[in-house]
Each structure stands twice: as C-alpha cells, then as structure tokens.
C-alpha cells in the first residue's frame, strides 16, 4: 500500500511570495524612462533659466478635483524608481527637480508647471492645445513636439515620446 504524500506546507507560502516578487518586478518594469529632447527657456526674477528634458513619462490619475487627467512628465534626471515609489500622482511632481509637467483632459487648454534648480524656480501656465503638435496621443502612449513662444512664459521646443509609466488611484 502506497504511502500517502502530504504537501509540504512551506511550498504554498513560498510560491506566493515568489509570485508577488514576480508582480512587484513587472509593476516595477512598468515605469520606464522614454526619450525626450530640446529645450524650454524661462525669464524668471532670478534670470533666466533652462530646462533640457531627457526623460518622459505618462502618468494617468485624478487631478485635484477628482477628474481623471493624463500627466505628461518632462525630466532632466530619470524618474523611474520615483514614479514606482509614488502611491499618488501629486508625489511624483514633487520629485522634480528640473523639468515640465503638462496636464491633458484637465479643461480647454494645456496645464504646465515648470520647474529649474531643484524647484527653486517654479513657473505655472496654461498653452494652447495647437502648440502640442501629437503623433500619438493615446491613453497608453503621447509622443510628438510642443512648441513655445514665450511671451511671459517659457519659450522653447521639446520632442518626447512617453508610453504609460503608471495609473494612480489618488492625486
């Protein structure tokens, strides 16, 4: 008569744990820094200031009213451990130090916050839709040029391409 096998009550516990590694490594590989490129210049009191963007992210989550809104992110210094520690959408701005956000579905027109010298310059506008020329603009991926013309705001070009980096439940 055969001997009856009882499972090992270590496996079951050490295979969830082995599978949540596995969600937490894919959760982490989700925020990945894409391309961006150009300049956006601003007089600001202090002088003027620039901004040289290298990294781009998308992030999706409510605005401050609740409304769901895609984030365009425009860094200099890559974001993505950042953006995988954040629990919210408002953390990751404040982790800017140097570089743009853009808000898309917030209202009519384009929302952005500037920022220089670990945010000792802060500058917020709105744009006009137009001067974000997309090749793709979809809820898992913006790419293409905005263009600035300055006036009181920053003035400059910067090309991106930003697929999803994460979903936020909260701002």
Known sequence: ??????????????????????????????????????????????????????????????????????????????????????????CVSGALDSGVTVDFDAGPRLNYWLVANGQRVQHSDTARPDTMKLDENSAQRLAGQWTLSGGVGAAGSVRFDASLAKRFGRN
């Open 1 to 90: 008569m055969a001997k009856e096998s009882r499972p090992n009550p270590w496996v079951r516990p050490v295979m969830r744990r082995a599978a949540m590694g596995a969600g937490l490594w894919l959760a982490a590989a989700a925020a990945v820094a894409d391309s961006a490129s150009g300049e956006l210049a601003l007089n600001a009191r202090t002088g003027p200031v620039s901004v040289r963007p290298q990294h781009a992210y998308l992030l999706v989550g409510p605005d401050f009213d609740g409304k769901p809104i895609r984030q365009l992110v425009l860094s200099e210094k890559d974001l993505a451990a950042t953006i995988q520690g954040c629990d919210r959408l408002g």
